[in-house]
């Protein structure tokens, strides 16, 4: 017997394709296409607001060449309210100048490729990286203002190649390799894969995001090459367009540009714009196509999907997590204490600890942060080197907490990958920076080391170390684990920390960053 991968299944997907009547378009009174105008926008306003569903996502898209004019993404936790999405729009006065020129009803998934430990139950096996990538892959959004592709494929099933004839250990190594190619378009290209075995007339609907359409020509061209494709890869028809905001609606039909850019947003029949503001262009984080943020075994393994996983870690904002943050910082200011606001902003932190060969890892970095540079919420990524610890740690600056947590998602595809701050025992206090003037930085490393003999004796205290920059030396990372928070209060409010405070503002060539991570 051939093994199947276990499955599980989050939201359901519609993709539905419409064509304009352009001849009933021109040939209608005002009064008709404002009205249709009006009734289409609110119809797609209304989905995008989710102001019907309790969760989803929904977006309009323009459609280039002959297929299809518009297209409309829904996810949504059923299929009855996609069916309900559906007529709903057929009431519209919008509905009469369109004709439905295709559709793809799917679900989305992850599979037993992904950890066999989280389909066994294994809770003490699954960090909360891994739950935060699959809770992305189940429930995917939708990235504003970007460029889409739509295409079904199945895998094939012939005389010479038959993918369900294989071994289960041999569709998991084809299709790491294949997630091996769409790791390097990490931060470029999000995906979301969606199963339609049963649904459709293929087995999965891909749709790819990106705000370069050549990016999307690039990674769908070089996995053409991958075996996983070029010997069991079959594909349906492939769509191409470009998202703008409902506001917009009465700027296409007049033939305009969209997204229009202006603050107004949308236009009437006649091009007349006005409404609400158009969507900005949003590049957190990302997702990478092909690529899933543990390497154990199947990297880039999505069960039997056509490519590796995407990455789309939702890093939803805590209400409880974010009031404990802001606690925190508040008694760190009492004590006149810097807590994490560069620039005036927020800065949120993802930290993985590695045991590989530093050299080696921060060659892995520097292919990430290439592409996180694309997105304007990265401050920072860098590969920091343990003085008395046999790790290393990778730190990545995000100005916002979901953008941090997709990092996470690739990182955590770095080698060797032992731990993630926050998820080791106890309370992950905080990362602290430090930019020591170059003359005092073994003057800092000194008394870092006494200060460290300190931290042993404190109660509470599981483990600190210095950490150096290895592209600078000059910068300094300080990674410290406490039991409890208030025993790292405590060595805060002690007066070491303070003296120490109070040299280091001699020594220092920048205000000191302290990131909390847990």
Same mark, same amino acid.
């Given at each position: ?45 209304h ?8 969760? &989803? ?12 004019d ?11 309210e996609?069916?309900?999405?559906e ?9 009469e ?14 599979s ?23 809770e992305?892959?189940l ?13 079904p ?33 990490a ?24 705000s370069?359409?050549?990016?999307i020509? +690039? ?42 850019? +202006? ?10 714009h ?9 590049g ?65 932190a993802?930290?993985?600890y590695s045991?590989?060969?530093?050299d ?24 920091y080197?343990g ?13 916002t907490?979901?953008?941090?947590e ?23 206090t905080? &990362? ?11 003057d800092f490393a000194d008394?870092? +080391? ?35 928070r208030?025993?790292?209060?405590d ?5 070491d ?22």
């Amino acid at each position: 017997m051939v093994e199947a991968p276990a499955t599980e299944e989050g939201w359901f997907a519609l993709h539905e394709f419409r064509s304009i009547d352009w001849d009933a378009w021109r040939d209608a009174p005002d009064r008709k296409r404002e009205r249709a105008v009006e009734e289409g926008r609110s119809y797609l306003l209304h989905r995008e607001k989710l102001a019907a569903a309790d969760a &989803g996502d929904s977006a309009v898209f323009s459609v280039l060449g002959h297929k299809a004019d518009l297209l409309t993404i829904h996810f949504r936790p059923t299929l009855d309210e996609l069916s309900t999405i559906e007529r709903g729009f057929e009431n519209t006065a919008l509905a009469e100048f369109t004709t439905t020129e295709s559709s793809y009803v799917s679900v989305t998934e992850v599979s037993g490729y992904v950890s066999d430990a989280y389909f066994e139950g294994d809770e003490e096996e699954v960090d909360e990286g891994l739950r935060r990538y699959i809770e992305g892959k189940l429930k995917p959004e939708i990235p504003d203002d970007e460029y889409v592709s739509f295409y079904p494929m199945s895998k094939r099933r012939g005389e010479e190649y038959n993918w369900y004839a294989l071994p289960f250990d041999e569709r998991a190594e084809l299709m790491s390799g294949h997630g091996d190619v769409g790791r390097e378009y990490a931060g470029k290209i999000k995906q979301v894969i969606a199963s339609s075995v049963g649904f459709d007339d293929h087995e999965w609907g891909v749709t790819l995001f990106g705000s370069d359409p050549t990016d999307i020509k +690039d990674i769908v061209y070089e996995m053409r090459f991958d075996e996983a494709s070029s010997r069991y890869g079959e594909f349906g028809r492939f769509y191409v367009g470009r998202r703008f905001p409902p506001e917009d609606l009465g700027a296409y039909l007049a033939g305009e540009p969209v997204p229009t850019g +202006d603050a107004g947003g949308g236009g009437d029949a006649d091009g007349h714009h006005g409404g609400a503001d158009a969507h900005d262009h949003h590049g957190e984080g990302g997702s990478a196509h092909g690529d899933h943020p543990h390497g154990d075994g199947s990297a880039g393994g999505e069960g039997d999907h056509p490519h590796g996983g995407d990455d789309r870690s939702h890093g939803e904002d805590d209400a409880e997590g974010s009031a404990d943050a802001d606690d925190i910082r508040g008694e760190l200011a009492d004590l006149d204490i810097y807590a994490g606001k560069p620039h005036g902003e927020d800065v949120f932190a993802t930290v993985l600890y590695s045991e590989a060969d530093v050299d080696d890892l921060f060659e892995e970095v520097q292919g990430l942060r290439a592409n996180f540079d694309h997105y304007g919420t990265h401050v920072k990524t860098a590969v920091y080197e343990g003085r008395s610890t046999d790790r290393a740690a990778v730190v990545s600056l995000w100005e916002t907490a979901s953008a941090a947590e997709t990092a996470a998602g690739f990182l955590s595809e770095l080698p060797e990958v032992v731990g993630r701050a926050g998820e080791e025992s106890g309370f992950g206090t905080m &990362g602290m920076f430090y930019t020591v003037k170059p003359e005092h930085r073994e003057d800092f490393a000194d008394t870092f +080391d006494e200060v460290g003999e300190a931290l042993a004796g404190m109660e509470g205290h599981l483990e600190t170390d210095l950490m150096v920059n290895v592209e600078d030396e000059n910068d300094m990372f300080i990674a410290s684990q406490w039991r409890a928070r208030e025993d790292a209060m405590d060595f805060f409010r002690s007066d070491d920390f303070r003296e120490t405070v109070q040299w280091g503002r001699e020594v220092l060539a920048d205000r000191p960053r302290h990131v909390f991570l847990a």
